[in-house]
């Protein structure tokens, strides 16, 4: 079962000037050395808080900011280095969602130029078939051919967000990049949204990327998650095993935060000292050993490489013994 997505060593460094007399570049490490796959049909959850790298590393993959260094290999095809011609072929296939449905559509076009965009772009100038794509696409999100011609401001938040996934969808993507598309939502809107991915995931056999801080949505979404602290990943695997056992302190302390059904399982709630490090600035070592609740003196000095461990990748000096014990 070939992937259809493989991030290989992916990163984005963006330089800063580190004040007036200190004349040497700085990097911010947004992504910092990524690797994972995507197999078809199949939702892979991105999580950590905000500024660890999740959104910078959706644009990334997409293109739609040059990597640093590493490999996108889509459909056995890598993207990196590929011409502009190439790529917009390629886009048709990979698709973004963003996580703001009031700064994502222009609001001095109306529904039908919104969605004519990618439709023109690909080919398709014939206005009658785009106009019959369009209120298609418009009944598969829960809208319809009448409010083509109204604007982004005469619509609420939540069909402004299935407006995002219409246009997203009007190719017939095989990858969809959610990032937070339910955030910027009420409650009672998020549900709605949430229950249309799955439809839609269903219907069209849709693989979806889904970034989010919001671990009890990952929960219902995705088949399989990635933990992202400072630009790299911690912690990855089947979501199932990760929340019923998460190792890495940074994944305990995000889950100790979701509401469990189960009152057996309840788990005390980790609160973290500080915040995130200045990326610009990363500790040595580990770099979540300054909010660690179980750091040790080794963590201050040594990275911890992602490893196997029992079924999972973890990044974390804690479970060197478990690795061993599972080799031998
Ligand atoms: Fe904590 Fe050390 Fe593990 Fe880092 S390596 S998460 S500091 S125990
Ligand atoms: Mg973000």
Do not use: W
């Not at 083509?148 to 401001?153: G, T």
């Not at 992202?228 to 302390?253: A, C, F, Q, W």
């Not at 399982?265 to 980790?270: A, G, M, S, V």
């Amino acid at each position: 079962n070939t992937p259809l997505l493989e991030i290989r060593n992916l990163k984005k460094h963006f330089p800063i000037r580190s004040g007036l007399l200190n004349r040497q570049t700085k990097y911010v490490k947004a992504v910092d050395g990524i690797t994972f796959s995507v197999t078809e049909g199949e939702t892979v959850g991105i999580v950590g808080e905000s500024g660890c790298g999740k959104s910078t590393m959706g644009r990334t993959l997409l293109q739609l900011t040059t990597p640093t260094e590493g490999e996108v290999i889509f459909q056995g095809k890598n993207l990196i280095g590929v011409s502009p011609k190439e790529l917009r072929e390629m886009r048709k296939d990979m698709q973004m969602v963003f996580q703001d449905p009031y700064s994502s559509l222009n609001p001095r076009l109306n529904v039908f130029e919104i969605l004519s965009e990618p439709l023109t772009t690909h080919g398709v100038r014939d206005k009658q078939k785009r106009k019959k794509l369009i209120s298609e696409i418009l009944h598969v999100v829960g809208l319809n051919e009448t409010q083509m011609y109204r604007y982004p401001h005469e619509f609420s938040g939540g069909q402004r967000q299935r407006i995002g996934i219409a246009r997203a969808l009007i190719l017939q993507p095989k990858l969809i990049v959610l990032d937070e598309p339910v955030s910027a939502l009420d409650v009672s809107i998020q549900s709605q949204i949430i229950n249309l991915l799955q439809d839609l995931q269903e219907e069209f056999g849709l693989t979806y990327l889904f970034i989010s801080h919001d671990l009890s949505v990952v929960y219902q979404l995705c088949d399989k998650i990635c933990v992202m602290y400072l630009g790299k990943i911690v912690e990855m695997g089947d979501v199932d095993l990760l929340y019923e056992n998460p190792r890495h302190p940074y994944t305990k302390s995000l889950l100790s935060a979701v509401p469990v059904p189960d009152p057996l399982h309840k788990k005390e709630r980790i609160i973290l000292k500080g915040d995130v490090p200045n990326p610009a600035s990363p500790p040595p070592g580990c770099a979540f050993a300054p909010r660690c609740p179980e750091v040790m003196d080794m963590c201050h000095k040594i990275k911890p490489e992602l490893q196997n461990c029992s079924g999972v990748q973890v990044a974390c000096h804690l479970y060197k013994d478990e690795r061993v014990t599972v080799h031998v």
